[in-house]
T-cell receptor
Framework: DQQVKQNSPSLSVQEGRISILNCDYTNSMFDYFLWYKKYPAEGPTFLISISSIKDKNEDGRFTVFLNKSAKHLSLHIVPSQPGDSAVYFCAARGGGADGLTFGKGTHLIIQP | DTGVSQNPRHKITKRGQNVTFRCDPISEHNRLYWYRQTLGQGPEFLTYFQNEAQLEKSRLLSDRFSAERPKGSFSTLEIQRTEQGDSAMYLC??????????????FGSGTQLSVL
Protein backbone atom coordinates (compact mmCIF):
# COMPACT_ATOMS: atom_id res chain seq x y z
CA ASP A 1 0.00 0.00 0.00
CA GLN A 2 1.37 3.37 -0.98
CA GLN A 3 1.14 5.82 1.89
CA VAL A 4 2.48 8.79 -0.08
CA LYS A 5 1.03 9.28 -3.54
CA GLN A 6 2.07 11.55 -6.36
CA ASN A 7 -0.51 10.87 -9.01
CA SER A 8 1.05 12.93 -11.79
CA PRO A 9 4.11 11.18 -13.22
CA SER A 10 4.94 14.26 -15.25
CA LEU A 11 4.02 17.91 -15.55
CA SER A 12 4.91 20.41 -18.25
CA VAL A 13 4.88 24.14 -17.46
CA GLN A 14 5.90 27.18 -19.44
CA GLU A 15 8.84 29.18 -18.16
CA GLY A 16 7.71 32.07 -15.95
CA ARG A 17 4.41 30.42 -15.02
CA ILE A 18 3.51 28.73 -11.75
CA SER A 19 4.26 25.03 -11.26
CA ILE A 20 2.01 23.17 -8.83
CA LEU A 21 3.02 19.67 -7.75
CA ASN A 22 0.59 17.65 -5.69
CA CYS A 23 0.97 14.95 -3.09
CA ASP A 24 -1.56 12.92 -1.10
CA TYR A 25 -0.96 10.76 1.93
CA THR A 26 -2.97 8.19 3.81
CA ASN A 27 -1.20 7.85 7.16
CA SER A 28 -2.63 10.38 9.64
CA MET A 29 0.36 9.78 11.92
CA PHE A 30 2.74 11.57 9.55
CA ASP A 31 3.94 14.73 11.28
CA TYR A 32 6.50 16.20 8.93
CA PHE A 33 6.57 16.57 5.17
CA LEU A 34 9.42 17.32 2.81
CA TRP A 35 10.01 17.93 -0.86
CA TYR A 36 13.15 16.74 -2.60
CA LYS A 37 14.39 17.54 -6.08
CA LYS A 38 16.44 15.10 -8.17
CA TYR A 39 18.45 15.61 -11.30
CA PRO A 40 19.55 12.61 -13.42
CA ALA A 41 22.60 10.76 -12.06
CA GLU A 42 22.48 12.71 -8.78
CA GLY A 43 21.00 12.00 -5.38
CA PRO A 44 17.87 13.83 -4.20
CA THR A 45 18.38 17.33 -2.80
CA PHE A 46 16.30 18.75 0.03
CA LEU A 47 14.09 21.60 -1.12
CA ILE A 48 11.57 22.62 1.51
CA SER A 49 9.65 21.10 4.41
CA ILE A 50 6.61 21.70 6.58
CA SER A 51 5.51 20.53 9.99
CA SER A 52 2.01 19.18 10.48
CA ILE A 53 1.24 22.06 12.84
CA LYS A 54 1.57 24.55 10.01
CA ASP A 55 -0.38 24.99 6.80
CA LYS A 56 2.14 26.96 4.78
CA ASN A 57 5.89 27.39 4.49
CA GLU A 58 7.63 29.67 2.04
CA ASP A 59 11.22 29.85 0.88
CA GLY A 60 11.95 32.16 -2.01
CA ARG A 61 10.20 30.88 -5.12
CA PHE A 62 9.03 27.74 -3.33
CA THR A 63 5.94 27.44 -1.15
CA VAL A 64 4.51 24.29 0.37
CA PHE A 65 0.88 24.12 1.46
CA LEU A 66 -0.52 21.48 3.79
CA ASN A 67 -4.20 20.59 4.10
CA LYS A 68 -4.36 18.10 6.95
CA SER A 69 -8.07 17.45 6.72
CA ALA A 70 -7.67 16.44 3.08
CA LYS A 71 -4.31 14.75 3.71
CA HIS A 72 -2.94 16.74 0.83
CA LEU A 73 0.08 18.91 0.25
CA SER A 74 1.30 20.87 -2.71
CA LEU A 75 4.49 22.55 -3.82
CA HIS A 76 4.22 25.82 -5.70
CA ILE A 77 7.11 27.15 -7.73
CA VAL A 78 6.76 30.67 -9.04
CA PRO A 79 8.06 31.80 -11.38
CA SER A 80 9.21 28.53 -12.93
CA GLN A 81 12.70 28.52 -14.40
CA PRO A 82 14.45 26.10 -16.79
CA GLY A 83 16.70 24.89 -13.97
CA ASP A 84 13.61 23.67 -12.12
CA SER A 85 13.26 20.83 -14.60
CA ALA A 86 13.81 17.74 -12.45
CA VAL A 87 11.98 14.95 -10.65
CA TYR A 88 10.29 16.14 -7.45
CA PHE A 89 9.65 13.73 -4.60
CA CYS A 90 7.21 14.27 -1.79
CA ALA A 91 8.24 12.57 1.46
CA ALA A 92 6.69 12.13 4.89
CA ARG A 93 8.00 11.27 8.34
CA GLY A 94 6.22 9.71 11.28
CA GLY A 95 3.78 6.92 11.77
CA GLY A 96 6.14 5.21 14.16
CA ALA A 97 9.10 5.07 11.82
CA ASP A 98 12.14 7.30 11.55
CA GLY A 99 12.74 6.63 7.88
CA LEU A 100 11.12 8.86 5.32
CA THR A 101 8.33 7.50 3.11
CA PHE A 102 8.65 8.83 -0.44
CA GLY A 103 6.16 9.17 -3.25
CA LYS A 104 6.99 7.95 -6.76
CA GLY A 105 7.93 11.42 -7.94
CA THR A 106 6.70 13.90 -10.54
CA HIS A 107 8.89 14.81 -13.49
CA LEU A 108 8.59 18.58 -13.96
CA ILE A 109 9.49 19.92 -17.38
CA ILE A 110 9.85 23.67 -17.81
CA GLN A 111 9.38 24.68 -21.39
CA PRO A 112 10.92 27.88 -22.79
CA ASP B 1 32.72 19.70 2.90
CA THR B 2 32.83 17.32 -0.05
CA GLY B 3 29.34 15.91 0.33
CA VAL B 4 28.24 12.32 0.70
CA SER B 5 30.45 9.99 -1.30
CA GLN B 6 29.38 6.56 -2.54
CA ASN B 7 31.50 3.89 -4.17
CA PRO B 8 31.31 2.34 -6.63
CA ARG B 9 28.98 4.38 -8.83
CA HIS B 10 28.06 1.31 -10.85
CA LYS B 11 28.25 -2.38 -10.09
CA ILE B 12 27.38 -5.24 -12.41
CA THR B 13 27.33 -8.69 -10.90
CA LYS B 14 26.06 -12.16 -11.61
CA ARG B 15 23.20 -13.65 -9.67
CA GLY B 16 24.40 -15.40 -6.55
CA GLN B 17 27.47 -13.22 -6.04
CA ASN B 18 28.03 -11.00 -3.02
CA VAL B 19 28.46 -7.25 -3.37
CA THR B 20 29.50 -4.52 -0.98
CA PHE B 21 28.93 -0.79 -1.29
CA ARG B 22 30.59 1.96 0.68
CA CYS B 23 29.26 5.30 1.86
CA ASP B 24 31.30 8.16 3.32
CA PRO B 25 28.99 10.71 4.93
CA ILE B 26 29.65 14.37 5.40
CA SER B 27 32.14 14.73 8.22
CA GLU B 28 30.55 15.41 11.61
CA HIS B 29 27.23 13.98 10.40
CA ASN B 30 26.40 11.27 12.90
CA ARG B 31 23.22 9.99 11.27
CA LEU B 32 23.58 7.82 8.17
CA TYR B 33 20.78 6.32 6.10
CA TRP B 34 20.50 3.73 3.33
CA TYR B 35 17.72 3.89 0.77
CA ARG B 36 16.95 1.87 -2.35
CA GLN B 37 15.34 3.24 -5.48
CA THR B 38 13.99 1.24 -8.42
CA LEU B 39 12.87 2.63 -11.76
CA GLY B 40 9.69 4.67 -11.51
CA GLN B 41 9.64 4.54 -7.72
CA GLY B 42 10.70 6.88 -4.98
CA PRO B 43 13.53 6.01 -2.59
CA GLU B 44 12.59 3.29 -0.10
CA PHE B 45 14.05 3.40 3.39
CA LEU B 46 16.27 0.46 4.31
CA THR B 47 18.07 1.31 7.54
CA TYR B 48 19.75 4.05 9.52
CA PHE B 49 22.56 4.56 12.01
CA GLN B 50 23.17 7.05 14.72
CA ASN B 51 26.92 6.98 15.20
CA GLU B 52 27.78 3.26 15.11
CA ALA B 53 24.38 2.07 16.35
CA GLN B 54 21.91 0.71 13.83
CA LEU B 55 18.63 2.11 15.14
CA GLU B 56 16.05 1.04 12.61
CA LYS B 57 15.71 -1.53 9.85
CA SER B 58 12.95 -1.73 7.29
CA ARG B 59 11.20 -5.00 6.58
CA LEU B 60 12.66 -4.57 3.07
CA LEU B 61 16.05 -5.43 4.55
CA SER B 62 16.05 -9.19 4.16
CA ASP B 63 18.58 -11.41 5.92
CA ARG B 64 20.75 -11.28 2.77
CA PHE B 65 21.36 -7.59 3.47
CA SER B 66 23.67 -6.35 6.18
CA ALA B 67 24.82 -2.83 6.95
CA GLU B 68 27.60 -1.73 9.25
CA ARG B 69 29.08 1.48 10.50
CA PRO B 70 31.86 0.21 12.73
CA LYS B 71 33.48 3.46 13.79
CA GLY B 72 30.58 5.81 13.35
CA SER B 73 32.06 7.24 10.18
CA PHE B 74 31.78 5.39 6.84
CA SER B 75 29.22 2.65 6.31
CA THR B 76 29.06 -0.48 4.18
CA LEU B 77 26.03 -2.24 2.77
CA GLU B 78 26.55 -5.87 1.77
CA ILE B 79 24.15 -7.98 -0.25
CA GLN B 80 24.80 -11.71 -0.19
CA ARG B 81 23.64 -14.16 -2.86
CA THR B 82 22.33 -11.36 -5.06
CA GLU B 83 19.07 -11.83 -6.97
CA GLN B 84 17.85 -10.03 -10.06
CA GLY B 85 15.26 -8.25 -7.90
CA ASP B 86 18.11 -6.56 -6.05
CA SER B 87 18.89 -4.48 -9.13
CA ALA B 88 18.34 -0.88 -8.05
CA MET B 89 20.01 2.38 -7.14
CA TYR B 90 21.29 2.26 -3.58
CA LEU B 91 21.36 5.70 -2.00
CA CYS B 92 23.16 6.80 1.12
CA UNK B 93 22.30 9.96 3.04
CA UNK B 94 23.56 11.67 6.15
CA UNK B 95 22.39 14.31 8.59
CA UNK B 96 23.61 15.98 11.74
CA UNK B 97 22.36 15.15 15.20
CA UNK B 98 20.59 18.11 16.70
CA UNK B 99 18.62 18.88 13.61
CA UNK B 100 15.15 17.49 13.05
CA UNK B 101 15.41 13.81 12.11
CA UNK B 102 15.36 13.41 8.37
CA UNK B 103 15.37 17.14 7.81
CA UNK B 104 17.84 18.16 5.19
CA UNK B 105 19.16 14.73 4.48
CA UNK B 106 22.17 15.06 2.22
CA PHE B 107 22.16 12.28 -0.36
CA GLY B 108 25.04 10.80 -2.26
CA SER B 109 24.82 10.08 -5.99
CA GLY B 110 24.10 6.45 -5.34
CA THR B 111 25.44 3.07 -6.47
CA GLN B 112 23.60 1.56 -9.42
CA LEU B 113 23.51 -2.24 -9.04
CA SER B 114 22.69 -4.50 -11.96
CA VAL B 115 22.31 -8.21 -11.27
CA LEU B 116 22.51 -10.35 -14.39
Amino acid sequence: DQQVKQNSPSLSVQEGRISILNCDYTNSMFDYFLWYKKYPAEGPTFLISISSIKDKNEDGRFTVFLNKSAKHLSLHIVPSQPGDSAVYFCAARGGGADGLTFGKGTHLIIQP
Amino acid sequence: DTGVSQNPRHKITKRGQNVTFRCDPISEHNRLYWYRQTLGQGPEFLTYFQNEAQLEKSRLLSDRFSAERPKGSFSTLEIQRTEQGDSAMYLCASSKLGGHPNEKLFFGSGTQLSVL
